[in-house]
Every structure is written in structure tokens, then in C-alpha cells.
């Protein structure tokens, strides 16, 4: 086929699905549309005054080869190897994730030994029908209510019992993210933490700015290939003919005339009827006057409800020129609804740095700035009727749903790039934990 093909987002899958196409040769017109005003999408970073701040712990790292080869030809020698550090918030101080033995110690002996009941007890043959289900038959009932039930609650902004359990495959997998790490199971989990030798994950990470240079060195590939990338311009719709895609309707009005379309923009901006709900991500990227040692890991998880943030990142422990000499930072990560945005977020705004001081994340009179960002559609929620909604769907001819937010799957950067590799030359994509 000739003609355009318009790729709707130019995150990580848009523009590896653009580069990919370009570098194989591809005759039609390839245009990308991106709603901010510059590419990277949910792999964007902010900077400022010698601070740079990603959304969160973005980094990369994969179990596949494909992907591990496309990473390395886009960045070239431009990468660091970092090990992983990363915490839990339990019982009032800071645990190693995943677990350790000596991460045990000082939590309550109720959970403990909970715990330890849950894990000899017989399992029952019970239904798995919602998250908390499939929390309650892998790690016992006894965790569930101890971390996983507040956080989930907090972070989606649902009840986990009106969740799919598929929100704990993709959760449970994305926190552990090394698949060598077994936590199937709390039987797994302890077993993992008597190891002799504990897994070693390493990532890689830009050795410039943040992980924005890599979909930005995608964008000039792109562009130098002969492709066009446009962008603080959104995509509002599709338009069709005979059950044909023939163009996207552009935000100011007109219609961008299209062959094929790849939709990696939220797909609830093609289906509204379809119910799909995303829930939003407000990040407080806070510049510190000096390093604060408390804070050795690269990200941490908070479970506790009374405390609005739910994973906080210190970009320092990814690359240390992220900040000036001798300073430091912190970016904390609230996930808001729609009905948050719509009660107003003066309240989160206020208590966030005291609640960081209360974990010994920050001191107040060493916060230097605090620099707000909504981002939006960061997540797909999962409800009891998602896959319904999805399987219900029926798509035009020539058009594709790509990444996160258009597939509506929690993934990871690695699986939107593998999917993007696989559209590219036109092969099927199956996404994990869907063969159930």
C-alpha cells in the first residue's frame, strides 16, 4: 500500500513504529501527530534551572533480544548500565524491593506471622474474579489487607474488588519487572528472599538529559528519514468511509486525510460510548538545596491511604548529573480521576511536602522548587468489564490501536516497542497475560 499512513502519538510506540517504517523503506507518506509540544509522550522530561525530572522511574530494560538490539541501534553509545535500587514503604521505614530477609525486620509480628498462616494453609479452589481475589490466592489475605488493597485502592482510584484480575498480572509483573524474579506466589516470594544469590537487574539509561534523548533521537531519525512530526496540535477523532479509515479530525478543525492510521492516543478519544476510563498522573518534581541520604533507592512504593503520593523517584540514583553538584531531588506521583481534577488538587498540593517529610524524604527549608505537572491518561483501569469493552469493539479498515493508551494495556516501554517492531512488518502482537 501507498499513500499516508498518520501515526496518532508520538511516544515511545508511535516513533519506533515511524523510525522502523522509514528505515525499511516504506513508500507512503509517514506523519506523526502529537498533542504536547514536544515527542516522548508518557517518556517525556521535564527540565529546569539544571534539574531534570522524568515521569517517574523510566528506564529501559528487557528480557527480549529484538528489543535489547533495537534499544542499542537507537542510543548507540549513547547509555549508561545502572543497577536497580528500589524500596517499599512498610511499618515506618524503608525495605529493599523485592523482598529480603533483612527487609523483615521491625515489621509486626501480626503480619508476619500472617504471613507465615497464609503460606502453609491449604488453598481453596475459590473463583478468581477481581484483583483482590487473585491478591488473596497468590500472597494470602493477610498481605492483601496489610499493603496491596490501600495501595491499589489509592493508586486507581477503585474498590479491588470491582477490579479485573488482570490489573494484578500486569502490577505484580511491572514492580518486579526482571522475569528472574519469581513472585508468583508468596511461596515464591520467600524462597526469593532465602536466595543465596539474589538477582541483579540492571537497566539502561540515556548518558545525556533524561529518557526524553531517546525518543528524541527517534524524532530526528524520523524526520531526516523524510517523515513529519507535528506537534501541540491533538488528534479528536477518526473519519470513515464504507467501514474505511480515511482521515483524523485535527484539534482547530480539518481533517488530516489518511490511507492507514496508527492510534496510539487514548482510545476512549475514538470510542467514548465504549466506557473505557484512564486515570491521571499529577507529579511534583521538587528541586532540594542538598543530598539527602535517606533516600537510597532509585524509586519507592507507598502503600499507606493517609498519604496522597504512591511511588516517589530520586533521579540522582539514575544518573548523577541530574541535578547541580551538591543538590538533589525528588519527584513524587499522585494519580488523580477525573473527579479529583474536577474537586480541585489545592488540597493535595498542600500536604504533599509535609507528608514527604513525614517519610524523611525531604526537609521544608531544603526545598529549593516545586514544579507541577498534570499528565494525563498515565494509566488504564481495568475493570471487571474491560476485556468486554475491548472484544466489542469494531475497528475500521486500516486502523490500528497501538501502545498504552491506544491498546489500553498496562505495559511497559519495552512492550510498546516490541509491539511497534511487530506492526512494523506487519506481524500479529500478543500481549502477555491475554491467553487466558
Known sequence: MTGRTVIVGAGVAGLTLAERLLSAGSDDEI????????????????????????????????????????????????????????????????????????????????????????????????EVNSFADFIRSRYGDNLYRFFFRGYTKKFAGMDPE??????????????????????????????????????????????????????????SMVQRAGGALMTGIPAEGIVQDGGTVRGVTMGGGGVLEADRVFWSAPVST?????????IHTLVANIGLKKENPANDYQWCYFGQEDLCFSRTTVPRHFRHDTVPKGADSICAEITVTDEDLKNGIDGIQTALIPQLESV?????????????????????????????????????????????????????????????????????????????
Request: hydrophobic share 40%.
Open 31 to 126: 506523519v506523526l501527530v502529537e498533542r504536547e509540544e514536544s515527542p516522548g509522550g508518557l517518556a517525556r522530561t521535564f527540565s529546569t534551572g539544571g534539574f531534570h525530572f522524568d515521569i517517574g522511574p523510566h528506564r529501559f530494560h528487557t528480557a527480549d533480544p529484538v528489543v535489547d538490539t533495537y534499544l542499542k541501534h537507537i542510543l548507540e553509545k549513547r547509555y549508561i548500565t545502572i543497577p536497580r535500587k528500589s524500596s517499599v514503604f512498610m511499618a515506618g521505614r524503608y525495605r529493599n524491593w523485592p523482598l529480603s530477609i533483612a527487609s523483615l525486620v521491625g515489621l509486626p509480628a501480626g503480619v508476619l506471622m500472617g504471613s507465615l498462616v497464609d503460606m502453609l494453609k491449604k488453598k481453596s479452589r475459590s
Open 162 to 219: 470491582l477490579m479485573h484480575p488482570d490489573w494484578a498480572e500486569a502490577g505484580v509483573n511491572r514492580a518486579v519487572i526482571d522475569k528472574r524474579v519469581k513472585a508468583d506466589s508468596l511461596f515464591s516470594l520467600f524462597i526469593g528472599m532465602l536466595a543465596p544469590k539474589p538477582v541483579h537487574t540492571s537497566f539502561y539509561y540515556p548518558s545525556e538529559g533524561g529518557i526524553q534523548s531517546f525518543c528524541d533521537i527517534q524524532s
Open 270 to 278: 475514538i470510542f467514548p460510548e465504549a466506557g473505557f476510563s484512564f
Open 360 to 436: 524523611g524524604a525531604l526537609r521544608q527549608s531544603q526545598v529549593e522548587f516545586i514544579d507541577w505537572k498534570l499528565v494525563r491518561e498515565t494509566y488504564p483501569i481495568y475493570d471487571k468489564n474491560y476485556r468486554k469493552k475491548l472484544s466489542n469493539l469494531t475497528l475500521p479498515k486500516n486502523l490500528t490501536l497501538l501502545g498504552r493508551c491506544g491498546s489500553f494495556w498496562y505495559n511497559n516501554m519495552d512492550h510498546s516497542i516490541s509491539q511497534a517492531l511487530a506492526f512494523s512488518k506487519g506481524e500479529r502482537f500478543e500481549r502477555d497475560f491475554w491467553s487466558r
